[in-house]
């Protein structure tokens, strides 16, 4: 099972990619990736997630194939 996820804006920086396929395993949720993929314990709630195109929460279950994109804070005027 293999999950691809994006790194958008400072993630990406701060990452030094922006984008890669990830193993997964049934029943793995959108915290388990982000864990797996920062070796973060705990999703921050200020991190927006969409998979497939759809915002998400950190328990939300992932499948294979999904695409799990992960947004920092946005700011403007």
Known sequence: M??????????REQL?????????TAGDSVGAIWK???????LPDSILVAVNLSYAKADTPVQDGDEVGF???????
């Open 2 to 11: 293999s999950i691809t996820v994006k790194y958008f804006a400072r993630l």
């Open 16 to 24: 030094g990619r922006s984008e890669e396929q990830l193993p997964a």
């Open 36 to 42: 797996a993929a920062t070796g973060t314990e705990q």
């Open 71 to 77: 947004f920092p804070p946005v700011t403007g005027g």
